[in-house]
C-alpha cells in the first residue's frame, strides 16, 4: 500500500525557516518525481515544486523561487522542502504528491499544515 | 505562471450530469495534453479523477469523463450522485517542468 507522510510543519515567525519531510512506502521511491503542493486555508490548490527521480532536477513556481529547495534521499525514501524567509501568505497545508507520469498525481499525502505569523 | 480559470461553483441534482470548464491559454491547456482532474472532499486530500485529458485512473466511476477544446478542458459528471459533491481542481502542464492548477470549483448536489 502506499503511504506519503509528512511532517515538520509548525507555526514560525515571518522571515523564519522551517524544513518539512515526507516519507514514502509502498513503491519504489526513486523511480518517480516527486511534488509538493500547497493549499491556504479556505483557498485552492497551488502547485510548489517537482524534483525529478536524482536530484538534479528541481523546479519551483515564481511564488517561492529563491527561498523554497526541495530535495530528496533515494536511500531514505524521503521527499524534503526547505522553506527560507517565510511570508504570512505562505501558511497552507503542505502536501506532497507522487507524479506517476506527467500530471498524474496519483497519490497524496495527509498534508502538514504551516502558519507563518507574529 | 497565472492559475486555470474555473467558475467558483457548479450544481446539479441527482441523476443529471454537470460539466466543469477549466480555461488556460496556448501555453497550458491548449499546448498540452497533460490535464489532470482532482476531486477533493473537505478536509480530505486531492484525489485523482482524470489524466491526460480524458483517461481514468481505475477505481473511478465511468461516470467522470474529460475533454478538451482549444484552450478549454472539461470534466463532466453523469448521473450525479450525493458523494459527488466537492470541490474539484484542474491542472495543467505548463511548459519547462511548471505546472499549474485552476482556482477549483464547488460543485453542489442538489
Known amino acids: 500500500e502506499v503511504q506519503l507522510l509528512e511532517s515538520g510543519g509548525g507555526l514560525v515567525q515571518p522571515g523564519g525557516s522551517l524544513r518539512l519531510s515526507c516519507a514514502a512506502s509502498?513503491?519504489?521511491?526513486?523511480?518517480?518525481?516527486m511534488n509538493w503542493v500547497r493549499q491556504a486555508p479556505g483557498k485552492g490548490l497551488e502547485w510548489v515544486s517537482v524534483?525529478?527521480?536524482?536530484?538534479?532536477?528541481?523546479y519551483y513556481a515564481d511564488s517561492v523561487k529563491g527561498r523554497f529547495t526541495i530535495s530528496r534521499d533515494n536511500s531514505k525514501n524521503t521527499l524534503y522542502l526547505q522553506m527560507n524567509s517565510l511570508r504570512v501568505e505562505d501558511t497552507a497545508v503542505y502536501y506532497c504528491?507522487?507524479?506517476?507520469?506527467?500530471?498524474?498525481?496519483?497519490?497524496w499525502g495527509q498534508g502538514s499544515l504551516v502558519t507563518v505569523s507574529s | 505562471q497565472s492559475a486555470l480559470t474555473q467558475p467558483p461553483s457548479a450544481s446539479g441534482s441527482p441523476g443529471q450530469s454537470v460539466t466543469i470548464s477549466c480555461t488556460g491559454t496556448?501555453?497550458?491547456?491548449?499546448?498540452?495534453?497533460?490535464v489532470s482532474w482532482y476531486q477533493q472532499h473537505p478536509g480530505k486530500a486531492p484525489k485523482l479523477m482524470i489524466y491526460?485529458?480524458?483517461k481514468r485512473p481505475s477505481g473511478v466511476p465511468d461516470r467522470f469523463s474529460g475533454s478538451k477544446f482549444g484552450n478549454t478542458a472539461s470534466l463532466t459528471v453523469s448521473g450525479l450522485q450525493a458523494e459527488d459533491e466537492a470541490d474539484y481542481y484542474c491542472?495543467?502542464?505548463?511548459?519547462?517542468?511548471?505546472?499549474?492548477f485552476g482556482g477549483g470549483t464547488k460543485l453542489t448536489v442538489l
Open positions: 509502498g513503491f519504489t521511491f526513486s523511480s518517480y518525481a
Open positions: 504528491a507522487k507524479e506517476r507520469d506527467l500530471l498524474r498525481f496519483d497519490y
Open positions: 491526460d485529458v480524458t
Open positions: 496556448s501555453t497550458d491547456v491548449g499546448g498540452y495534453n497533460y
Open positions: 491542472s495543467s502542464y505548463a511548459g519547462s517542468n511548471i505546472r499549474v
Open positions: 524534483i525529478g527521480t536524482s536530484d538534479t532536477r528541481t
